[in-house]
């Protein structure tokens, strides 16, 4: 048995540092008045001018490099950065971000000190829309990069460089619906699963802020999870050291969505008694905010002490960063070099980087990570922040597949390079501007004897279009044309021919053309090929030639495309819902309405076909590289889920005719994705297949480092890539049930963990043994004799255990089929040999027990496996974990509704607004929960409250015991009460089923102790 598995220990007490801004802040806060510190409670805080302290803004985005506020160093997306496995590395890539933040800070202030980075919601299922945000499936793994993120976000020293915020607090992983979603966790899921990666940075000391979620948690907003408090402060000397935000828009849901609360009042009273500190709503207009609070304050719903606290947390973190080192009491009385303060010495906190301070910090332990290179100081020069991203794109690139040895390195002189994706660096929500990036095809070429050998075609099927009918209005019937060619004005708007009509000119001498951006899913994009601009709407409604790219909130570039019978098109523009038409008078080409009878019906004229163009650029090559993925603003972000785990179909037909090229030409699929695919065989039938999420603005460098050989790929893969074999409901939280992620036994075309490498490291004397406090394993990895690439190869050692159910003797419980203990990233000596020695904790082992509250480790055999994968071993043995007492049962005589496991038709609930939980049917027909509890408990009283459901209850709801192992529970006789507990075989536990029907809820179970 083990109280924790979890976190490291928290400090008993706050650090001298922290001490000092508390007081400060709290004698600072006494010194305003109540309007002054209500306001400071909205995400724009005015300051107070009068006491020295300037606006403030919640957070600045930076989860792979600081976005939106123009050029800035940007790394893969954190699902890529995962694949690198290496704490170390990515701790170094969140330094230069928070330097870069620094710097903006010190151009304008108004840029916050506040980081909202790293996303530490889990890639639970692989549709979900914004799996690009953050990094892996498994929650020891998820822990460990979020906290090597978090420290070069935090930095070294007192002074904390950026104050990183993790998001989003709790279970959030699905778009559909996500205001009004309800994330339902049993005991397990919520402290194995989700918990983890907040837990571990929190308790580590780098992480200073948290943002709640948008969805609900087991039937209560997250934005008054009683979580907070029980999960998360209580890990800190001081719960005041947590600054807590809320997602965008996100307070309103309370009255406006989920409507849990009638008004603005109740709601912001709820979210700042239950922890909330700083409100993100509309804006930079804090009317509503402040408004609700002063009601809430005025109705007596809050008290000022709950508002005190809020802007308490919100001034730590501020003087954390340095900020408030000028105000008294705030500042050290040295500086982190141990020479007495100057002034402005801390007003920004820069000294530190680069300082000796910053390159003796140590780097974060991670998970066993034998990376040793400090990851907190950062490079100052704008060409070794280009390096170190083409680093970490280089380290997180993914070989998944290589059929054909010969394949990679690429082969020959002669290469094709196609799609779209070799020609552009795509951005997503969340990236700032790209310094110089420079794409795939480009990249090759660049490194080519002669540029003239590396052929590259974006394969986009390039037309004209004509209108064969306007499109019908109010009083308009729909006008046929005798086939008007589009034309692009000089405004460079799309109109045809009007010669009555004054409008623009037509800027080319015939029709405009346009590449077609098949999207997928009838979706699509036009680039008017003499602009090279794609097509949107202007704020008219006219459609004109003026778009960089695809983006922003709701994409304006795209529209649906649908196939009438005899090949003509209509549009509808996907960012209003409108149909494409046509002025009557003008001529122009705007978005009509709604209704399919304003759309003008288009004839496409192909003015070069795809498969031509393959055929031109593959003809005579000697390799060919066909690069294919997703942009990540279509189909799969945040508010939209993924239609489905696929390929494309543009993208699949693309990936048949690079399979058809056969066996005599070298063949690479390269995909560059924010996701996961299910490539359904495709790797069997080409030459090697790579992968690297949209990897930033050295993402066509690294690349083409990996495709010649002068690197070896060493990602791995951070999450599943699915097979064939049905998902779960994306609105399924629960992972054990559901039979999701590897640890659960979901379907894997390639399993986690894995990746391969052209030259791949030999292990050797391997060991696994045992000891009282740890489990060590120990290897000694080299350099193959013979290299087929250049420059320093990377592996990654990886601890697995395979523990039955027999193993856990006290109780019944579902094992993973297996589990992530430990890990170590290593760079392997050219010559020589490096040893690697890993000790992981016992408490890795241990599974949650809802029945102890507590946490249990097993008490059987154990097997340990030292493996390249998840599923590919290299060692194995038998261990046995040290036995350790037992904990006892929580005292009382009530055993509370959270302790409830494996729940049928039933769910969990909130007790009251902010505390406690209930059970709860989901529907008329009854349902059941299980408890455990030890044999010889009696069973005295089902606890239960009455459930408004207004006209809907035709009955009163009944709650009663019956046999747990009855076939079917619905038809089970009820057992009389008292009920002793029997023993369940030769456990000491034994189990209780709760029947619970109509409108009715359980809270809880009366008990006498044996």
């Known amino acids: 048995m083990s109280s924790s598995p979890g976190p490291a220990a928290p400090a008993p007490a706050p650090s001298p540092a922290d001490a000092r801004r508390l007081a400060a802040a709290r004698m600072l806060v006494a010194q305003m008045t109540l309007a002054e510190r209500t306001a400071m409670l909205h995400q724009h805080s005015p300051g107070v001018p009068r006491l020295g302290l300037a606006p403030f803004v919640t957070g600045t985005e930076g989860v792979h490099g600081v976005a939106w506020k123009g050029l800035a160093t940007q790394f893969p997306q954190p699902v890529g950065m995962a694949a690198s496995w290496d704490p170390a590395l990515m701790s170094a890539a969140a330094a230069v971000t928070s330097v870069e933040v620094r710097e903006l800070h010190a151009a304008d202030p108004r840029v916050s000190l506040s980081v909202w980075a790293p ?100 039937g209560r907003p997250a934005h008054i999870t009683d979580l907070l408090e029980t999960q998360l402060r209580a890990l800190l000397p001081d719960p005041d050291l947590l600054f807590v935000v809320t997602d965008a828009g996100a307070p309103s849901n309370l009255f406006r969505a989920e409507k849990v609360v009638p008004d ?49 947390r919100q001034l730590v973190a501020r003087a954390r960063t340095g900020e408030l080192d000028s105000l008294p009491g705030f500042g050290p009385d040295v500086r982190d070099d141990g020479t007495p303060p100057t002034a402005g010495s801390h007003a920004v906190g820069s000294h530190a980087v680069g300082s000796p301070a910053a390159e003796s910090h140590a780097a974060p332990a991670g998970a066993g990570t034998a990376t040793a290179a400090d990851a907190t100081s950062a490079p100052s020069t704008r060409a070794a922040r280009r390096a170190l991203s083409r680093e970490v794109a280089t380290r997180c690139a993914v070989l998944l597949a290589q059929r054909a040895p ?15 994706q070799a020609h552009t660096v795509l951005r997503d929500w969340y990236s700032g ?77 015939g029709p405009a053309e346009f590449e077609v951006l098949d999207l997928g899913e009838d979706v699509l994009a036009l680039r008017e090929t003499s602009t090279g601009l794609l097509v949107t709407a202007d704020d008219r409604g006219q459609l004109v030639a003026a778009a960089e790219r695809i983006g922003g909130w709701v994409v304006q570039e795209t529209f649906r495309r649908t ?31 709604a209704l399919p009878s304003t759309a003008a019906r288009l004839r496409p004229t192909v003015h070069a076909g795809i498969e031509e163009q393959f055929r031109a650029a593959t003809e005579g090559a000697e390799a060919v590289v066909l690069v294919l993925g997703n ?17 494309m179909a543009p993208d699949r037909a693309a990936a048949e005719r690079l399979a058809a090229l056969g066996e005599d030409v070298p063949t690479v699929l390269v995909i560059t994705s924010s996701y996961p695919y299910d490539l359904e065989g495709l790797e069997e039938r080409v030459g090697a297949v790579v992968w690297s999420s949209h990897a930033g603005e050295a993402e066509g460098e690294a690349l083409a480092d990996l495709l010649t050989g002068a690197r070896s790929f060493s990602g791995r893969l951070a999450q ?87 193993s856990f003797s006290r109780r019944r419980v579902q094992t993973p089929a297996t589990r992530l203990l430990g890990f170590a990233t290593v760079e392997v000596p050219e010559a020589g040999a490096r040893e690697v020695q890993l000790r992981i904790p016992w408490r890795r082992l241990a599974l949650y027990a809802p029945d102890l509250e507590t946490w249990e480790l097993p008490d059987g055999p154990v097997t340990v496996r030292l493996a390249r994968s998840s599923t590919r071993t290299e060692a194995r043995a038998d261990v046995q974990v040290p036995a350790a007492p037992c904990p006892e049962p929580p005292a009382g005589e009530v055993i509370p509704a959270h302790r409830a496991e494996r729940l049928v038709g039933l769910s969990y609930g909130p007790a009251t607004l902010l505390t406690g ?69 030769a456990r000491p536990t034994g189990r209780v089923r709760v029947r619970l029907s109509g409108p009715l809820a359980l809270r809880g179970l009366r008990v006498a102790r044996p």
């Not at 049993?186 to 571990?200: A, K």
């Not at 010969?406 to 779209?420: I, K, T, W, Y």
Request: glycine content about 8%; charged content about 20%.
């Open 264 to 312: 603005a009042a109740e709601a912001y009273a709820a979210m700042l008694r239950a922890g909330a500190d700083s409100f993100t709503d509309h804006d930079a207009d804090p009317t509503e905010s402040i408004r609700a609070l002063t009601e809430a304050l005025e109705r007596g719903l809050i008290e000022t002490a709950h508002v005190d606290r809020a802007v308490v």
């Open 631 to 647: 942009d990540p603003h279509v189909h799969g972000r945040e508010t939209e889920d993924r239609p489905h785990a696929r390929l």
């Open 563 to 593: 196939l009438d019978g005899d090949g003509t098109w209509t549009l509808q523009h996907t960012g209003s819902g409108r149909f494409v038409g046509v002025e009557h008078h003008t001529g122009a080409l705007v978005l009509r309405s």
């Open 917 to 985: 939980t209930e059970l709860r049917p989901r529907s008329a027909a009854p349902g059941t929960a299980e408890f455990v509890l030890p044999a010889g408990t009696e069973v005295v009283e089902l606890l239960t409250a009455p459930r408004t459901t207004g006209a809907l209850a035709s009955r009163a709801g009944t709650a009663e015991l019956i046999d747990p192992e009855a076939a079917d529970p619905s038809a089970a006789p009820a057992l009389p009460l008292p009920h002793q507990v029997a023993a369940d075989g």
């Open 720 to 806: 599943t890539w699915p097979d064939s074999s049905p998902l779960p409901s994306v609105l399924d939280y629960d992972v054990i049930g559901a039979g999701a992620t590897y640890l659960y036994g979901q379907g894997a075309r390639f399993p986690f963990g894995h990746g391969l490498a052209l030259d791949t490291p030999h292990w050797s004397a391997p060991e696994i043994a045992a000891d009282g406090e740890h489990l060590s394993v120990a290897l000694t990895l080299s350099a193959p004799e013979e290299r087929r690439t250049a420059g320093p190869l990377h592996d990654v050692v990886q601890v697995y255990a395979d523990v039955p159910a027999s």
């Open 406 to 420: 010969r394949a990679l390195p690429l082969p020959g002189r002669r290469v094709a390079v196609l799609g779209e």
């Open 119 to 218: 996303v530490v919601n889990t890639l639970r299922h692989p549709l979900w829309g914004r799996t690009e945000e953050a990094y892996t499936e498994d929650p020891l793994l998820n822990a460990e990069l979020a906290t090597g993120f978090a420290h070069g976000l935090r930095g070294p020293g007192e002074t904390w460089r950026t104050v990183p915020t993790l998001k989003h607090f709790l279970a959030y992983s699905n778009e559909t619906d996500r205001c009004v979603t309800d994330s339902q966790l049993s005991p397990r899921v919520l402290h194995e699963y989700e918990l983890p990666g907040f837990v571990e940075p929190v308790a580590r000391g780098v992480a200073g802020s948290v943002m709640l979620s948008y969805n609900l948690v087991n």
């Open 433 to 509: 501007d790209l310094h110089d990036p420079v794409p795939l095809a480009h990249a090759l070429a660049d490194r080519a004897h002669d540029p003239q050998e590396v052929r590259s075609s974006r394969l986009l099927e390039r037309i004209g279009l004509e209108v064969v009918s306007t499109g019908g209005q109010p009083g308009l019937p729909a006008g046929a044309a005798a086939g008007d060619p589009v034309l692009r004005g000089t405004d460079s708007s799309l109109r045809c021919s009007r010669p009555a009509a004054d409008g623009p000119a037509p800027a080319l001498p």
